[in-house]
T-cell receptor
Framework: RKEVEQDPGPFNVPEGATVAFNCTYS??????FFWYRQDCRKEPKLLMS???SGNEDGRFTAQLNRASQYISLLIRDSKLSDSATYLC??????????FGTGTRLLVSP | NAGVTQTPKFQVLKTGQSMTLQCAQD?????MSWYRQDPGMGLRLIHY???????DQGEVPNGYNVSRSTTEDFPLRLLSAAPSQTSVYFC??????????FGPGTRLTVT
């Protein structure tokens, strides 16, 4: 089983829709969790950290479910500019991060 | 701050050639790493360093060498390029809250 698993998508949604992605992990010792955004042919960039209490930043909400070992990202009121690949990541040991393969989101007019 | 910089942006090598991918950061981060990204495989860790003079292997280290003589620089050397090393290479440095800062990447093609 992979350490981190994501549905590759693509998720096709219209502008204004709400969309959610999950990312499951197998290492129960993981302490820090993140969502990254990667545009086509660009480097990943940190979108937000995921805290035990959840984290909200504008239209984006990230949550952690330790019991079921997954993190989620909710995007409300989708914009065309949200089209990208969303990578989850978590630390699995001393300063080492493991990334998921990414979920592709396509927002259409 | 320039953040993490990488050179070159693009490179084409013939099988058997060697080269060095350059990476530098100006954020005084101790931890730096190299990843390769291939379609369907995600980001895979090649080598990492927890500080000057200290390096260690990641998930896919074969065919690559690294060194860390300064905090700022972390070059990746391909010893004898193979077509299987065709990929996009990202250098990254780690902030104090485990947030990863990536360089813009090097697109390498080995023919």
């Amino acid at each position: 089983r992979k350490e981190v698993e994501q549905d590759p998508g693509p998720f096709n949604v219209p502008e204004g829709a709400t969309v959610a992605f999950n990312c499951t992990y197998s290492n129960s010792a993981s302490q820090s969790f993140f969502w990254y955004r990667q545009d086509c042919r660009k480097e990943p960039k940190l979108l937000m950290s995921v805290y035990s209490s959840g984290n909200e930043d504008g239209r984006f909400t990230a949550q952690l479910n330790r019991a079921s070992q997954y993190i989620s990202l909710l995007i409300r009121d989708s914009k065309l500019s949200d089209s990208a690949t969303y990578l989850c990541a978590m630390n699995t040991g001393f300063q080492k991060l493991v990334f998921g393969t990414g979920t592709r989101l396509l927002v259409s007019p | 701050n320039a953040g993490v910089t990488q050179t070159p942006k693009f490179q084409v090598l013939k099988t058997g050639q060697s080269m060095t991918l350059q990476c530098a950061q100006d954020m005084n981060h101790e931890y730096m790493s190299w990843y390769r990204q291939d379609p369907g495989m995600g980001l895979r860790l090649i080598h990492y360093s927890v500080g000057a003079g200290i390096t260690d292997q990641g998930e896919v280290p074969n065919g690559y060498n690294v060194s860390r003589s300064t905090t700022e620089d972390f070059p990746l050397r391909l010893l004898s390029a193979a077509p299987s090393q065709t990929s996009v290479y990202f250098c990254a440095s780690l902030g104090t809250a485990y947030e990863q800062y990536f360089g813009p990447g090097t697109r390498l093609t080995v023919t």
